[in-house]
Each structure stands twice: as structure tokens, then as C-alpha cells.
């Protein structure tokens, strides 16, 4: 078998681990349920200078635990601009995990964490400051689904997203 038939079955085989592998999941705010976030605001607009809103707002007191929704590997823990402090985890069928607006973050890049794992804390941090402490929780798929996409606006990138609240059984 030539090297490069040798290097495609190995791709084929870790995507297809990947989704094998089950997903555990949990709500990530410690003690929260389905009350409390809307579950109309996924693709919620306007939505500030992003134009729709591509995850859920789970809402809690500050300093409430978020724990990961997943089992995964972290990706990055650290800042960006509108999300303050962030927690981004690989997580099984290759969807990635964006965990926002933290308060203080418990895990560290390149971590496993297993589903229910603390993560960090629920806060106001980048683009929520001054708002109510809020998780906001965005998953998305690595590899695209072109079915997905509908008119709206930025219906497109629908390709990518998934709806939090189906995650989650909302």
C-alpha cells in the first residue's frame, strides 16, 4: 500500500472515531435548567455587531460554576475581544464548544476534560460588561452540513452552528 493510500485511511479512521465516540451531555451552568435561558434566542437579531445571536445566554450568579458539556480536549482558554474570558472545547463529533463571558477560567489548553467538569465561572466579562452574569454557549461543527442552511439572515453559516437548545433538550 503506497504511502499517501496509507496517510488517507488514517484521516478516514480518526474522523470516523470521532464520530463514534458518544457525547455525555450536561447543561454547563451548575444548578441551571431549561428556565434559564430563552430558548428563542438562537439566531436571535439584531444582535449587536455580529447581527444574530449563534448560541444561548444561560444565566446565573456570578461565580457559579460552568462546567464543560462534554467530554473534549481544550482548545483555548484565555481572552478575546466580545468574549471576555473563553473556554473553547473539542468535544466528540468533531464540534467545538464555546464557553463565553466567564468570570474566571478553572482548565487550562491542551487539558481533557471530562463532561461535567468544572471549567470556570459564570460572568460579565468582554462584550457583557455591566449585563447580567451570563454563560453564553455556542457549539460548532467542524465539518459542514449544507442541508442546514436556510434564508435567514446569515442563514448560511446555519451550515456550521447547531442549535444549542436541541443540544442540550431544550
Known sequence: MSKSKKILLSI???LTVGFLVPERITIPVVGASRNDWNQESFWFEPWGSSGVHKGID??????TGVVS???GIVLYAGQVAKGGNVVVVLGPKWRVHYF???DAINTSMLSLVGSGELIGTVGDS???KGKPPHLHYSIVRLIPVPWAMDGATQGYKKAVF???NRYLGG
Not at 444561560?58 to 461565580?63: A, E, L, Q, V
Request: aromatic residues 4%.
Open 126 to 128: 468582554g462584550n457583557s
Open 162 to 164: 447547531i442549535d444549542p
Open 58 to 63: 444561560i444565566f446565573g450568579k456570578m461565580g
Open 100 to 102: 463565553a463571558h466567564l
Open 69 to 71: 458539556t462534554t467530554d
Open 12 to 14: 478516514v479512521a480518526i
